[in-house]
């Protein structure tokens, strides 16, 4: 949600500009699966930046054991991940929530930047991609769109 602060008399009666919008961050329930140690410490970072925190799944058999334990909002997924990758663990996601409003919103993250890629993780039933190096305006993009889920 983006608050808008209005601009009016100042109590010395001059006009204040209007500031900045003010984003206020939801406490939207996140998992991030990620099995490389470097890009989870970035992408947390960023995500603290941003005023998210989230779970930690270093490979898609996590993932799924996670999501069985507690439901979240949003999964960032990498593709290429050891013993289960973010494909076959979007998949068996669908399958587990079929029909369900509590399917998480799955967001494909990966360095794959072929052309192709993008259509491959949303045939895979994720609902949207980010590449990496990961942008904190990339991210936080991807996340509000989650919000606006239909």
Known sequence: ???????????????VAPAAPVITPRAERLLLAEDNVVNQK???????????????????????????????DVILMDVQMPEMDGLEAARRLGQLHSGSSRRPWIIAVTANAMQGDREQCLAAGMDDYISKPIKSDDLLAAIMRSRHRG
């Open 42 to 72: 970035v992408a947390l970072a960023l995500l603290h930046k941003l005023g998210f925190r989230a779970d930690l799944a270093a490979n898609g058999l996590e993932v799924l054991a996670a999501v069985e334990r507690q439901p979240y």
């Open 1 to 15: 949600m983006v608050q808008k602060q209005r601009g009016g008399p100042a109590a010395d009666g001059k006009t």
